[in-house]
């Protein structure tokens, strides 16, 4: 059978019979290359059919489906597959809010592989499908078989019925069980969104209970705990109460149901939001050297400051400020379980803190080490290296197999030693340097020595090749070996990789090297990488550590390592911050600063002369971090006391930062679809509605993802955005009106209808089933029953086309120049004849001259012998004759 892609070319066939009909039968060559041309644009194709079964497996691996359930569903798939041909296909589709592709459609699969999903909080089936769609090809017939409670919460499969048919699809469905005994959760919280100071507020909570008759429910509000027993539940439960707030700012209102006969213990947990109108409020932690200017001129700015001093016991009630600073405090003064408090009130509150340079603050506060240092927008340097001097740095680089690969068109090797000749030309030849590559074994590239010649070691290391596996202990020991033999105090090894390192007693060795004074810092790359051990070994090694999905960021990171082992960690003089700010400022000079790098990704916005941060600024989690490496005193900051803007220009950074919202915008948050849904009203202070707004939203999870987009204007004054719901917790939603920030609030999802008890959907199942012809599946001998449609497989001939019409025109061409070839031929081999000829003449010549002497009275047959050997003879004269005159 045969087809085409693209009919349309087909009407140019007329195009032939006008010029046979014009040219006649000397046409139909020509006529047959046109016809061949125009049937490979027309995507000529042959088919041919086969009775081969393509089956995907839809795995549900939704929270709702136990997972004896899932066990079972995977049992089934199995005994399923001892059914198949040799050559029917499988593929496998786990899904849930999101979709994963196990495997696409093979003849061979392994079942002991299936990763899973990364949302479980949905069910998606609409989803799930279309990814099969888009896995099958086009016209290639499959049957789907869905493992599932078919208890969809996001998408309709519906939508997809009309498709399924068109693809020749067809479903069958293996129902899974999702009833449980006993299941309990809060539902929603409901309470106003804006209150004033001391005024009293209803809450809701709402609770959905399946079983459980006994709960109890605490509330947390400010600090306070209320706890309160619920009795006799039913399934849908309204609590209602009244709260009185005696702080201003963003407070959490936190709900948690405890019954020891819950099946799911992710929905206990949910809060809600009320913005207490009045004064900001911050919790300033003095340190040494205090200066009360810069606190005053926060006041001036509608600020109100607690001040906490040594032992900083405010800490312990955080959650009621909306930033903290810390003032050149050391980390001997804060004790690690505040600074986890700190940093929590960061990361999980949305709180915002600023952190104010000193002589004893960052790593001339020892912050190395401390959770402090991991919510810093700036990476700190070791304690080890203060003082500049020589050093001596080890690379261990990763060249095992997998950094032969590619990211954004390049070589992860190839920008791996790029960034190694970086390393190089920063170095001063008295520097001791050496490199390592590892795959499965080591290798010393560049033996460990002054670098006296720079370029031996660039063209070394440009000979590395990659290959093999990945084994990071046997290199780092050597290295650390051979750098004890070195006579400079400051040691140490750089080790990157991205992949994940074969065992070794990594603590004891690194710990051994650090008594020796050797750091270690590590880079992992991309999402292979051994975080947890890279992390470790830089803590043990007192070193840093850095993360990158992005190979292209390795130059950065490894310049930003290498300065940082150069240079002191506290440079004193006088120099102008320059700013990366989109609004012009000039700024008094200042006198010192503690010396830092930045830290990808956060942003520099003030920085000295030779690029190192004065002012950083990052997003941890929900909350922000801002940190200014000077100090605001008078050995460092004198001028920057006397600035009229002191104050505005640290107050605005704080405001932005900080979790507010303003008396003209309305906003709310739902969960609808599996997708976040934000819904802002926007109007100016008299209540008149703002149109065409170009409004912007971005959304952080507290694992630090982000999503943004655009608000769509929906009707007067009314703007909306969507966002996808990852999994539960909680959520920032900031908006931006020409890059102004105009709100930004948390959010929590902290209920997934996931949770709800319900049992496999058969209406759902019957309509599906219906309208697919497929069946509902008990035994896994049906599965690869015979389909009513055919797998079609085509082979395209566009290259036999293409070469078999350019082959007709040469014949063609040849034809047309036949007579002329020939003649050409000819006239070739006559001159090869013609000498030939003359030999033969002059013999003939010879023979009748002596037959005509030897008979005096030749007989008639004689003549005419005699006759036609004479013609033979002028024609030889004739001959010799034109030569002669071709030759004049």
Do not use: C
Not at 239 to 259: H, M, P, R, V, Y
Not at 401 to 420: C, F, Q, R, V, W
Not at 498 to 514: H, K, M, P, S, V
């Amino acid at each position: 059978m045969i087809s085409f892609e693209n009919p349309i070319f087909l009407i140019l066939i007329p195009i032939i019979y006008i010029i046979i009909k014009k040219y006649g039968k000397g046409s139909l060559l020509r006529s047959l290359e046109i016809l061949l041309i125009i049937f490979a644009l027309s995507g000529f194709q042959i088919v041919s059919f086969s009775d081969r079964i393509n089956v995907f497996f839809l795995l549900d691996q939704s929270a709702s489906i136990p997972s004896w359930e899932r066990e079972k569903a995977i049992s089934f798939i199995k005994e399923s597959i001892k059914y198949k041909k040799s050559y029917d296909r499988v593929g496998i589709v786990s899904f849930g809010g999101d979709t994963n592709v196990e495997y696409d459609l093979s003849e061979n699969i392994d079942l002991s592989s299936i990763t899973g999903i990364k949302n479980p909080y949905f069910t998606n089936i609409e989803e799930a499908v279309n990814t099969v769609l888009g896995l099958k090809g086009k016209d290639t017939p499959a049957r789907i078989v869905l493992l599932s409670d078919l208890q969809e919460n996001a998408g309709r499969i519906e939508n997809l019925l009309g498709k399924l048919k068109e693809e020749k699809v067809q479903i069958d469905i293996f129902p899974l069980n999702t009833s449980f005994y006993k299941e309990i959760g809060i539902e929603k919280i409901q309470n106003p969104e804006m209150v004033h100071l001391g005024q009293v507020f209803p809450v809701i909570i709402r609770i959905k209970s399946y079983g459980v008759k006994n709960a109890k429910l605490r509330i947390r509000f400010e600090g306070n705990l209320y706890t309160y027993e619920l009795k006799d539940l039913k399934e849908d439960n309204i609590f209602s109460f009244s709260l009185i707030s005696q702080k201003t700012g963003l407070k959490e209102i936190e709900a948690e149901i405890l019954s020891s006969d819950d099946t799911y213990k992710e929905n206990n947990l949910y809060s809600s939001y009320v913005y207490v109108q009045g004064k900001p409020k911050i919790l300033y932690l003095v340190g040494r050297g205090f200066s009360p200017i810069f606190p005053q001129a926060l006041i001036t700015q509608g600020w109100e400051i607690d001040f906490d001093y040594p032992k900083y016991e405010k800490i312990s009630i955080i959650d009621n400020y909306q930033a903290v600073i810390i003032d050149n405090v050391p980390a001997s003064d804060i004790s690690l379980d505040k600074m986890d408090l700190i940093k929590r009130y960061v990361t999980e509150k949305g709180g915002t803190l600023l952190i104010l340079g000193g002589d004893k603050s960052f790593s001339a506060g020892n912050y190395h080490g401390t959770p402090l240092e991991d919510i810093l927008p700036v990476t700190l340097k070791p304690e080890q290296i203060l003082k500049k001097s020589n050093v001596a740095i080890v690379i261990v680089l990763d060249a095992s197999g997998s950094m032969g690969s590619y990211s954004g068109g390049e070589a992860k090797i190839e920008l791996a030693k790029e960034s190694s000749q970086l390393v190089i030309d920063l170095l001063e030849e008295k520097d001791y340097f050496g490199l390592i590559a590892f795959d499965h074994s080591y290798q010393w590239i560049v033996p460990l020595g002054p670098l006296s010649d720079k370029e031996k070691a660039s063209s070394l290391i440009y000979k590395i090749s990659p290959g093999g596996g990945t084994a990071l202990y046997p290199p780092l020991k050597s290295a650390g070996e051979a750098l004890l033999r070195v006579p400079l105090k400051s040691k140490h090894i750089i080790a990157i990789t991205d992949g994940q390192t074969e065992g070794g007693d990594f603590y004891n060795l690194i710990r051994e090297l650090a008594k020796n004074k050797i750091t270690v810092s590590t880079i992992g790359i991309g999402e292979d990488a051994n975080i947890p051990l890279l992390k470790d070994i830089a803590t043990w090694g007192n070193g840093r550590f850095y993360h990158t999905w992005n190979i292209r960021n390795l130059p950065q990171l490894l310049l930003s390592e290498t300065k940082a082992l150069l240079r002191s960690n506290i440079v004193e003089k006088r120099f102008v911050p320059q700013a990366n700010l989109e609004e012009k400022e000039e700024f008094p000079p200042l006198e010192g600063y503690v010396l830092t790098s930045s830290r990808y990704p956060y942003p520099v916005l003030l920085s000295s002369p030779e690029g190192d941060p004065i002012l950083a600024k990052g997003q941890f989690g929900l909350g922000q971090v801002i940190a200014f490496t000077s100090a605001l005193k008078s050995y460092w900051g004198r001028e920057w006391l006397l600035w009229n803007k002191l104050g505005s220009f640290f107050s605005q950074m704080l405001r932005e930062s900080i979790p507010h919202q303003i008396s003209e915008v309305q906003i709310s948050i739902r969960e609808e679809g599996g997708k976040g849904i934000i819904n802002l009203i926007y109007t100016d202070k008299k209540g008149n509605y703002i149109n065409f707004a170009d409004l912007k939203y971005k959304v952080m999870d507290m694992e630090g993802r982000e999503f943004s987009g655009n608000m769509i204007q929906k009707s007067a004054g009314n703007y909306e955005g969507t966002f996808p719901i990852n999994g539960l917790g909680k959520y920032q939603i900031t908006v931006y009106e020409k890059e102004k920030i105009i709100t930004k609030v948390p959010w929590m999802f902290g209920n997934s209808p996931e949770f709800s008890s319900k049992k496999f959907n058969n209406n759902l199942a019957q309509k599906i089933l219906s309208f697919t012809s497929g069946k509902l599946l008990s035994n896994p001998s049906d599965v690869f029953r015979r389909i009513s449609y055919k797998d079609a497989e085509r082979k395209n001939i566009l290259p036999i086309l293409l070469i078999t019409s350019l082959i007709l025109f040469l014949l063609e061409l040849f034809l047309r120049r036949l007579k002329e070839i020939k003649e050409i031929i000819l006239n070739l081999f006559g001159k090869v004849k013609i000498t030939e000829d003359q030999e033969w003449y002059k013999e003939v010549e010879k023979k009748i001259l002596e037959e005509f002497k030897g008979s005096p009275s030749p007989s008639m047959l004689e003549t005419v012998s005699l006759e036609m050997r004479a013609r033979m003879f002028i024609a030889h004269l004739k001959e010799e004759e034109r030569k002669k005159k071709e030759k004049k």
